[in-house]
């Protein structure tokens, strides 16, 4: 009897949970085709958006407060674009929001303050902890392909899962070439 009830706990709770579910949509250049739009940026702050509507920056003392509170919490970064490679963006600087696993989202903890990325980026609707102007979109980087890549500004050139079907061996690229195959 303790067997059943707790197979049935088990069941119960299994189906509760929710969590991303999609394919592997490919490489960086197969997958930007998909992409809305795609940008040469700077990362230039990391930000924490809590619940209770309190946003902290990597500038503040974030981990006393995470310490403090157990409120739920989403992280963005700030983006400083340095070149638009594909689609429409008049804003220089905003945000791409991460994400917990839960809507697919790609989580952005990686992601280093004053590192030149490129990514491949679409709008969502904000989610439930920014309070943004009604015209600005929340954008997000999907977490189901390679939606991003460092650029190595010292030899121009972009490092990360690019081509090819081996996920797991991330190479350099000539970036002028990069941008050839992506518009």
Not at 142 to 149: A, M, P, V
Request: charged share 35%.
């Amino acid at each position: 009897m303790k067997k059943q009830i707790l197979t049935i706990i088990l069941l119960l709770i299994s189906s509760l949970t929710f969590a991303c579910s999609c394919k592997w949509g490919g490489n960086f250049i197969k997958s930007s085709k998909y992409s809305e739009v795609i940008i040469k940026a700077k990362v230039v702050e990391m930000l924490w958006h809590f619940e209770d509507g309190k946003t902290l920056s990597s500038d503040d003392n974030f981990g006393d407060y995470l310490i403090k509170t157990d409120k739920r919490y989403y992280q963005s970064i700030k983006v400083e674009v340095i070149e638009l490679i594909k689609g429409k963006e008049v804003r220089k600087i905003f945000e791409i929001y991460g994400s917990d696993g839960v809507d697919c989202r790609e989580s952005i903890h990686l992601f280093v303050i004053d590192k030149i990325y490129v990514f491949g980026i679409y709008k969502t609707q904000k989610n439930e902890y920014s309070q943004p102007n009604e015209d600005e979109k929340d954008y997000a980087i999907g977490g189901c392909s390679e939606k991003w890549l460092e650029y190595l500004p010292e030899t121009n050139e972009v490092k990360g899962y690019i081509k090819g079907k081996n996920r797991r061996k991330k190479r350099k690229y000539c970036y002028e070439k990069l941008k050839e195959k992506i518009t």
